[in-house]
């Protein structure tokens, strides 16, 4: 099946300055980065040491994606739910190429994504989610982890 990943190229630009954002300033910065950036649903940034959530805003959309990242030292994990900007098409001619549009702002500028997993499996299910089981006790009920994580959070194992 010529089934291919896409990203748009403004929402991935956008979701990562969105992340380095809220890993630079912090919790006072987590309400407005969810704010001013559309792509962004909600954000958390979670102490893992004290096995609280520091900060938060937004809710995740239902059927999100979800960008982690944790701090140099592995003590804080910074989680940001957005709008689906990574997609998969069926491509049986050239020209449906140029029908190719991102779900989330409808740019066109999506960039095909080299992926092995998107050639073996369906990116609706089966989603490998990223190993929750070491996060504190308290929160782990508590920490938004949508649908759709990311190809590079996911677990090592599961790649
Ligand atoms: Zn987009």
Redesign the pocket.
């Known amino acids: 099946m010529p089934l291919f990943e896409y990203e748009?190229v403004?929402?991935r630009t956008s979701a990562e300055k969105a992340i380095s954002n809220i890993m630079k300033g912090g919790g006072k910065s987590v309400p407005k980065t969810v704010k001013d950036n559309s792509?962004v649903r909600s954000a958390q940034i979670i102490d893992l040491q004290k096995g609280k959530i520091e900060a938060e805003a937004g809710k995740p959309a239902e059927n999100g994606q979800d960008i982690i990242r944790y701090s140099e030292d592995g003590s804080t994990m910074f989680v940001m739910n957005t709008d689906v900007?990574r997609f998969s098409e069926l491509i049986y001619e050239k020209g449906d190429e140029k029908r190719v549009k991102?779900p989330?702002?409808?740019?066109k500028k999506a960039k095909k994504v080299v992926s092995s997993f998107s050639f073996t499996s369906d990116l609706s299910t089966d989603m490998p989610k990223p190993d929750l089981s070491n996060l504190p006790p308290e929160i782990r009920g508590k920490v938004q982890i949508g649908e759709y994580i990311e190809e590079k959070d996911r677990p090592k194992k599961n790649r």
């Open positions: 748009c403004p929402c792509v900007f991102c989330s702002c409808g740019s």
